[in-house]
């Protein structure tokens, strides 16, 4: 039986999971940033005899690696029972990551 309670579920599921489509492509859009900024930069240390590669650091932390666990708080959110991919280390939200899907 189709009620009032399962389509405010389906609402809901689909409100997130495009939510997480604009997250996701907001990550990409940052990615290639960052990889701009640093090709960029990279030049001009060349340019400069400095070989070292720059890393974007966030409150100290290399944003890079930082991305693996930004979106561990979505684990905690009580609809990612429902998302068909896990959310920890998954920064990308690669759906082919499914074990460990609650985790």
């Not at 489509?21 to 960052?34: E, M, N, P, Q, S």
């Not at 070292?52 to 690696?65: I, Q, R, T």
Request: hydrophobic share 40%.
């Amino acid at each position: 039986r189709y009620d009032a309670a399962q389509a405010k579920r389906e609402d809901l599921l689909s409100e997130l999971l495009q939510l997480l489509v604009d997250l996701r492509a907001a990550t990409l859009i940052c990615i290639d940033a960052l990889d701009r900024w640093r090709f960029s930069a990279d030049e001009v240390r060349r340019f400069r005899d400095h070989p070292a590669p720059l890393v974007f650091k966030w409150n100290g932390e290399d944003y890079s690696h930082k991305l693996l666990s930004d979106l561990h708080f979505l684990s905690k959110c009580p609809l990612s029972q429902y998302l068909p991919f896990r959310v920890t280390n998954n920064p990308f939200l690669d759906l082919n990551l499914t074990s460990g899907l609650r985790s």
